[in-house]
T-cell receptor
Framework: AQSVTQLDSHVSVSEGTPVLLRCNYSSSYSPSLFWYVQHPNKGLQLLLKYTSAATLVKGINGFEAEFKKSETSFHLTKPSAHMSDAAEYFCVVSDQGYGQNFVFGPGTRLSVLP | ETGVTQTPRHLVMGMTNKKSLKCEQHLGHNAMYWYKQSAKKPLELMFVYSLEERVENNSVPSRFSPECPNSSHLFLHLHTLQPEDSALYLC?????WGTGIGYTFGSGTRLTIV
């Protein structure tokens, strides 16, 4: 069975400072991992995905994430936060062994302070 | 717009009403999904349709009735809902159910039961 843990329900950073959103997963098979962002009253937008290629994945809007199998982690980072980054972020694991089967984490709300 | 369109964006209905949510995609995708997003809970997969056939029904109450008349349209028919059914209902589509390629979410319908 798959599961996703997002260790922080809320992260607050100042504009221009680094962002770190943490995600740990468990999966019986080689997982695919995703980060989605959801702005208020909007649907989910794909930020980036890992599908067994390069372990450091670059996404949109300057975000990137590193797959660390030994730590079962897929943390999301950005060097410098922008006000427009304030949103809810979801880490998602998909068990490739059984095809499409998204399991969503509970989400982390990112606040960016001026 | 992401390519997946949901209508209406907002819906307020009484517990005895009957209404339908609509999802439409013209991405050429073969799989479509309904998710429920409640406050402070992880995203819950409700139904999956692949090539217009229902392939997953995750213990959803019968007061939610999905319909997929063709690969571009997905409906969620609602009747005699409960206050706890108030949530954001998200539709998604992907190229195929097994690969998850091109997984795309709509903006959602905010449902309020009064």
């Amino acid at each position: 069975a798959q599961s996703v843990t997002q260790l922080d329900s809320h992260v607050s950073v100042s504009e221009g400072t680094p962002v770190l959103l943490r995600c740990n997963y468990s999966s019986s098979y080689s997982p695919s991992l995703f980060w989605y962002v959801q702005h208020p009253n909007k649907g989910l937008q794909l930020l980036l995905k890992y599908t067994s290629a390069a372990t450091l994945v670059k996404g949109i809007n300057g975000f990137e994430a590193e797959f660390k199998k030994s730590e079962t982690s897929f943390h999301l980072t950005k060097p410098s936060a922008h006000m427009s980054d304030a949103a809810e972020y979801f880490c998602v694991v998909s068990d490739q062994g059984y095809g499409q089967n998204f399991v969503f984490g509970p989400g982390t709300r990112l606040s960016v302070l001026p | 717009e992401t390519g997946v369109t949901q209508t209406p964006r907002h819906l307020v209905m009484g517990m005895t009403n009957k209404k339908s949510l609509k999802c439409e995609q013209h991405l050429g995708h073969n799989a479509m999904y309904w998710y429920k997003q409640s406050a402070k809970k992880p995203l819950e997969l409700m139904f999956v349709y692949s090539l217009e056939e229902r392939v997953e029904n995750n213990s959803v109450p019968s007061r939610f009735s999905p319909e997929c008349p063709n690969s571009s349209h997905l409906f969620l028919h609602l009747h005699t809902l409960q206050p706890e059914d108030s949530a954001l209902y998200l539709c998604a589509s992907s190229q195929d159910w097994g690969t998850g390629i091109g997984y795309t979410f709509g903006s959602g319908t905010r449902l309020t039961i009064v």
